[in-house]
């Protein structure tokens, strides 16, 4: 069974400029998050979708957007890009978003930005 | 809001021995899951184990135990017969009764030295 699959791994992009990022939850998982991940704030929540709504959120700019098609992939955009944006961002996914559901994440993009 | 403290940044241990690292939380809430992720050095986020509030049996994975105090609100992990893969950074995390968001603590780096 395939697990999270995050695309691209690496990415490069310039100040002012915006970023899309994809994500393939495990087959049968409902719910795909979004975490942050840099050294000064650790990992952080973005947010969560399921069955293409979004469930819950975290505490960034509205310049962090996502969205989850009807076949649970996911993707999260970042517009504006600020040097303080570069991180790897972390997907994650599990069946529902209901009570202790067990969270899988995948490998991370890499975000860079100049 | 929920917070996880990891107070060991950094910890090393000889190979086949044991380790415990650290991890305590706050909530006001009774009824909650608390994870141990791994995160080696290609960055994959891998569950190691799991442990519910309700539960009073610590759970166990093969070589990986957890003392839950629940009153004290301490989750620590103990690895027994460290190996060299082993050797990663690894998060305490918090999910509450409901609801996929994990607030993660800061993390604590494990070398396992032959």
């Known amino acids: 069974k395939a697990g999270v699959t995050q695309t691209p791994r690496y990415l490069i992009k310039t100040r002012g400029q915006q970023v899309t990022l994809s994500c393939s939850p495990i087959s049968g998982h409902r719910s795909v998050s979004w975490y942050q991940q840099t050294p000064g704030q650790g990992l952080q929540f973005l947010f969560e979708y399921f069955s293409e709504t979004q469930r819950n959120k975290g505490n960034f700019p509205g310049r962090f957007s996502g969205r989850q098609f009807s076949n649970s992939r996911s993707e999260m955009n970042v517009s504006t890009l600020e040097l303080g944006d570069s991180a790897l961002y972390l997907c994650?996914?599990?069946?529902?978003?209901?009570?202790?559901?067990?969270?899988?994440f995948g490998e991370g993009s890499w975000l860079t930005v100049v | 809001a929920q917070t996880v403290t990891q107070s060991q940044p950094e910890m090393s241990v000889q190979e086949a021995e044991t380790v415990t690292l650290s991890c305590t939380y706050d909530t006001s809430e009774n009824n909650y899951y608390l994870f141990w992720y791994k995160q080696p050095p290609s960055r994959q986020m891998i569950l190691v184990i799991r442990?519910?509030?309700?539960?009073?049996q610590n759970a166990t994975e093969n070589r990986f135990s957890v003392n839950f105090q629940k009153a004290a609100k301490s989750f620590s992990l103990k690895i027994s017969d460290s190996q060299l893969g082993d050797t990663a950074m690894y998060f305490c995390?918090?999910?509450?009764?409901?609801?996929?968001?994990?607030?993660f603590g800061a993390g604590t780096i494990l070398r396992v030295k032959s």
């Open positions: 442990q519910e509030a309700y539960k009073q």
């Open positions: 994650a996914s599990s069946l529902g978003t209901g009570s202790g559901n067990t969270i899988y």
């Open positions: 995390a918090f999910m509450a009764q409901y609801g996929n968001k994990l607030v």
